[in-house]
């Protein structure tokens, strides 16, 4: 976070004051507007900082544990990860926590939102990956722990779809999120894509996975051969 803070520092023509956690940096993110930065640590808290002058806003403290994803939406909020598995969303015009649900069993390793701030995707460290309906508090598991590594897991701006890359040599697509709530089967529908290095070779280049269930609307969904 000193890194992103000083090429705004350097801008300014200001020196930032010291911006420290009591144990380690967890993660740094800045708001939709870029006015703040936030950062979590091992030591339980989330700290807001402005942008332009390093100036601490508030510090925001964990139920439990470390804090270790956050994401602003583009409205007034702010969302948590924890180590308990948990995400809060906390005001940032009151900055005060106005829901947390338990999302994973394990601690979140991070988390992405979509624009409209109305879901969560968090990744955990068993490898599991789930969706987080904020308004009722809904998760939908995409992906059960103590599978391969994942390395990132991101959702779409609409919130509809969401990419999933690990150790496996294809990217996941989960289609249909939109409307999905509760806990839809799962379809795993793979197309093998050639491989312009490997011609003739035997590859899942993309693994479209299609949500399905009565909470599901099948419009939603793509053909998965069609990409």
Same mark, same amino acid.
């Given at each position: 976070?000193?890194?992103? &803070?000083?090429?705004?520092?350097?801008?300014?023509?200001?020196?930032?004051?010291?911006?420290?956690?009591?144990?380690?940096?967890?993660?740094?993110?800045f708001s939709?507007?870029?006015?703040?930065? *936030?950062?979590?640590?091992?030591?339980?808290?989330?700290?807001?900082?402005?942008?332009d002058?390093?100036?601490?806003?508030?510090? &925001?403290?964990?139920?439990?544990?470390?804090?270790?994803?956050?994401?602003?939406?583009?409205?007034?909020?702010? *969302?948590?990860?924890?180590?308990?598995?948990?995400?809060?969303?906390?005001?940032?015009?009151?900055?005060?926590?106005?829901?947390?649900?338990?999302?994973?069993?394990?601690p979140?390793?991070?988390?992405?939102?979509?624009?409209a701030?109305?879901r969560?995707?968090?990744?955990?460290?068993?490898?599991?990956?789930?969706?987080?309906?904020?308004?009722?508090?809904?998760?939908?598991? &995409?992906?059960?722990?103590?599978?391969?590594?994942?390395?990132?897991?991101?959702?779409?701006?609409?919130?509809?779809?969401?990419?999933?890359?690990?150790? @496996?040599?294809?990217?996941?697509? *989960? @289609?249909g999120?939109?409307?999905?709530?509760?806990?839809?089967?799962?379809?795993? @529908?793979?197309?093998?894509?050639?491989?312009p290095?490997?011609p003739?070779?035997?590859?899942?280049?993309?693994?479209?996975?299609q949500l399905?269930?009565?909470? *599901?609307?099948?419009?939603?969904?793509?053909?998965?051969?069609?990409?």
């Amino acid at each position: 976070y000193r890194a992103a &803070l000083g090429a705004v520092a350097h801008a300014a023509g200001v020196t930032l004051p010291p911006m420290l956690h009591d144990d380690a940096l967890l993660a740094a993110q800045f708001s939709a507007a870029g006015a703040l930065v *936030v950062t979590t640590g091992a030591d339980g808290v989330a700290k807001a900082w402005r942008a332009d002058t390093g100036a601490p806003v508030v510090t &925001l403290r964990a139920r439990a544990g470390a804090i270790t994803a956050a994401a602003f939406t583009t409205g007034a909020r702010l *969302v948590t990860g924890d180590d308990a598995g948990g995400v809060s969303v906390w005001s940032s015009a009151t900055w005060t926590e106005t829901a947390r649900v338990s999302a994973t069993a394990a601690p979140i390793a991070a988390l992405d939102i979509d624009r409209a701030g109305a879901r969560v995707l968090v990744r955990d460290d068993a490898q599991a990956v789930a969706l987080v309906t904020l308004a009722s508090g809904a998760i939908t598991p &995409l992906l059960a722990p103590g599978g391969p590594t994942v390395w990132s897991a991101v959702l779409s701006p609409d919130g509809a779809i969401a990419a999933i890359a690990s150790e @496996e040599p294809d990217v996941r697509l *989960v @289609e249909g999120l939109v409307g999905a709530g509760g806990h839809p089967a799962v379809r795993i @529908e793979a197309s093998d894509l050639p491989d312009p290095a490997r011609p003739g070779a035997e590859r899942s280049g993309l693994r479209r996975v299609q949500l399905t269930g009565p909470n *599901v609307d099948p419009k939603d969904q793509d053909n998965p051969e069609s990409t």
